[in-house]
């Protein structure tokens, strides 16, 4: 691999969220001169401002297939970074197959982490202090529940898999050992979030992501746990349980977790991607990292 300078390391990290949301941008912007040439004529130049707020409210209610869009548009670029990196990667993790088991083990656990995120963090007050998180909560859960189920619960979290764990997450592996790759790739995702409520629920995700990843070898492993986890919020968000039984609530966050964690002690022993290194000096430092 072609020395890099650290300029150049910082440019790789960021350029692929820089790629999302300059599209997000752009469908939003698209979006906007739409809507106002549609509308334009039922407002005189006399009525801006309310034009403003009818315009707003509608950029709000149609801001999950907005995003969707604009996922939908990064995959594709993003895919192509993807595969390009495969090719210059200083490992390659080895082609051996996983029985199906544990890759049906990874949907309780994107569920389970789901129910532990949403039970336990209800329990604080950090949803009532941070505004941006009702904001985002609003936003996320606005538009008709198909267009969610299909946008916040598959599109939206592989392009963020593409982000941060197929980009982001295995750039750093080229740069830095598996334990700081996984927290610093974790770290951005937190911040991606823009509050701190989704910030920690972000960076527990963005570590079992990681993990999950290395352990299996493939960014379908994350992929899936993801997708998971969004349904599972999804669901909650329709059912809409109550937290008022603070006890039970603890109870069932709590049992979640146990349970996730010893689905994920089950992984740890049993799957394993070994990695392939393609030079010597590589395969040194590798095993250094293990």
Same mark, same amino acid.
């Given at each position: 691999?072609?020395?890099?300078?650290?300029?150049?390391?910082?440019?790789?990290?960021?350029?692929?969220?820089?790629?999302?949301?300059?599209i997000c941008y752009i469908v939003d912007l698209a979006a906007a001169a739409y809507l106002r040439f549609s509308m334009g004529g039922e407002y005189s130049s006399g009525n801006f401002e309310?034009?403003?707020?009818?315009l707003s409210d509608k950029l709000i209610q149609y801001a999950v297939l907005l995003q969707t869009v604009a996922a939908f548009f990064s995959i594709l670029i993003l895919l192509w970074m993807y595969f390009k990196d495969?090719?210059? &990667? &200083?490992?390659?993790?080895?082609?051996?197959?996983t029985a199906w088991p544990w890759w049906g083990l990874l949907i309780p656990i /994107?569920?389970?982490?789901?129910?532990? /995120?949403?039970?336990?963090?209800? +329990?604080?007050?950090?949803?009532? =202090?941070?505004?941006?998180?009702?904001?985002?909560q609003k936003l996320l859960f606005s538009g008709p529940f198909v267009i969610q189920i299909i946008g916040i619960g598959m599109i939206i979290p592989i392009c963020e898999e593409l982000i941060y764990r197929?980009?982001?997450?295995m750039r750093m592996r080229q740069y830095c050992n598996v334990n700081l790759a996984i927290g610093l790739s974790a770290l951005l995702f937190a911040a991606f979030h823009g509050n701190v409520v989704?910030?920690?629920y972000g960076f527990a995700t963005g570590v079992l992501f990681a993990y999950v990843y290395e352990?299996? /070898?493939? +960014?379908?492993?994350?992929? =899936?746990?993801?997708?998971?986890?969004? =349904?599972?919020?999804?669901?909650?968000?329709?059912?809409?349980?109550?937290?008022? @039984?603070r006890g039970r609530v603890f109870i069932v966050?709590?049992?979640?977790?146990?349970?996730? +964690?010893?689905?994920?002690?089950?992984? @740890?022993?049993?799957?394993?991607? &070994?990695?392939?290194?393609?030079?010597?000096? @590589?395969a040194a430092a590798g095993a250094q990292e293990d």
């Amino acid at each position: 691999m072609t020395q890099e300078s650290w300029f150049q390391r910082l440019w790789r990290l960021i350029t692929p969220e820089l790629i999302y949301l300059a599209i997000c941008y752009i469908v939003d912007l698209a979006a906007a001169a739409y809507l106002r040439f549609s509308m334009g004529g039922e407002y005189s130049s006399g009525n801006f401002e309310k034009f403003t707020v009818v315009l707003s409210d509608k950029l709000i209610q149609y801001a999950v297939l907005l995003q969707t869009v604009a996922a939908f548009f990064s995959i594709l670029i993003l895919l192509w970074m993807y595969f390009k990196d495969y090719r210059k &990667r &200083r490992f390659v993790f080895e082609r051996k197959s996983t029985a199906w088991p544990w890759w049906g083990l990874l949907i309780p656990i /994107g569920i389970l982490v789901s129910l532990t /995120g949403n039970f336990l963090i209800n +329990l604080t007050n950090l949803t009532e =202090l941070s505004e941006n998180f009702e904001q985002s909560q609003k936003l996320l859960f606005s538009g008709p529940f198909v267009i969610q189920i299909i946008g916040i619960g598959m599109i939206i979290p592989i392009c963020e898999e593409l982000i941060y764990r197929g980009l982001i997450f295995m750039r750093m592996r080229q740069y830095c050992n598996v334990n700081l790759a996984i927290g610093l790739s974790a770290l951005l995702f937190a911040a991606f979030h823009g509050n701190v409520v989704q910030g920690i629920y972000g960076f527990a995700t963005g570590v079992l992501f990681a993990y999950v990843y290395e352990k299996y /070898g493939s +960014l379908k492993a994350p992929v =899936l746990v993801h997708v998971s986890a969004n =349904l599972m919020s999804l669901g909650l968000s329709y059912v809409n349980p109550s937290f008022a @039984d603070r006890g039970r609530v603890f109870i069932v966050g709590i049992a979640a977790a146990a349970v996730c +964690l010893l689905l994920l002690w089950a992984v @740890d022993g049993h799957v394993a991607a &070994r990695r392939i290194y393609l030079n010597n000096a @590589d395969a040194a430092a590798g095993a250094q990292e293990d």
